[in-house]
Antibody, heavy 121, light 106 residues
């Protein structure tokens, strides 16, 4: 069964950094890109970026450029998303989601269970 | 960035109803359009990919149509477990963008 398991909830002070992990199982880790998406309380879904686990290449949404870093560890089939200079507006549930595809068309499946990051002083 | 606009933002319906949710892209995205269902406290789940392909394991009462800029998600006969939030998503270009969501309630 293809699954993504994320790290637990975090509480951070403004200005700090947070690093969320996402461990894949049930499929060949390096064969699928991984996305990160966040959802603020009561709000919609916001795409943050994508990482290619095979070579580590990343593409970030412009909004997060300079503050987000996505990395991977192929030995543990884990991808990481680190967000720095946290502010209250970064309070959200952060999801990893695998990129599934058919030809050029692609979608997100499966998703991790989500990690709540709360930014508060 | 490609803007995705869903309508309606919320919808009240009853068991057995036929429901349609619309999604419009700010420019043509061919068929690079997916639909997700999200229940409270849970991660989104893909229902339809590539505008009209039903994801494995998803009930056949869900269907999708459209291409270019206008897309539709249809639920042919609402079941109790269908009351949730629904999002469209374009994967034509980065940044990948989602619609604002449609809340389907009783």
């Amino acid at each position: 069964q293809e699954q993504l398991a994320q790290s637990g909830a975090e509480v951070k002070e403004p200005g700090a950094s947070v690093k969320v992990s996402c461990t894949a199982s049930g499929y060949t880790f390096a064969s699928y890109f991984m996305h990160w998406v966040r959802q603020a309380p009561g709000q919609g879904l916001e795409w943050m970026g994508i990482i290619n686990p095979r070579g580590g290449r990343t593409t970030y949404a412009q909004k997060f450029q300079g503050r987000v870093t996505m990395t991977r560890d192929t030995s543990t089939s884990t991808v990481y998303m680190e967000l720095s200079s946290l502010r209250s507006e970064d309070t959200a549930v952060y999801y990893c989601a695998r990129a599934d595809s058919r030809g050029l068309e692609n979608w997100f499946d499966p998703w991790g269970q989500g990690t709540l990051v709360t930014v508060s002083s | 960035d490609i803007q995705m606009t869903q309508s309606p933002s919320s919808l009240s319906a009853s068991i057995g109803d036929r429901v349609t949710i619309s999604c419009r892209a700010s420019q043509s995205i061919s068929s690079y359009l997916n639909w997700y269902q999200q229940k409270p406290g849970k991660a989104p789940k893909v229902l339809i990919y590539a505008a009209s392909s039903l994801q494995s394991g998803v009930p056949s009462r869900f269907s999708g149509s459209g291409s270019g800029t206008d897309f539709t998600l249809t639920i042919s006969s609402l079941q109790p477990e269908d009351f949730a939030n629904y999002y469209c998503q374009q994967t034509y270009s980065t940044p990948i963008t989602f619609g604002q969501g449609t809340r389907l309630e009783i």
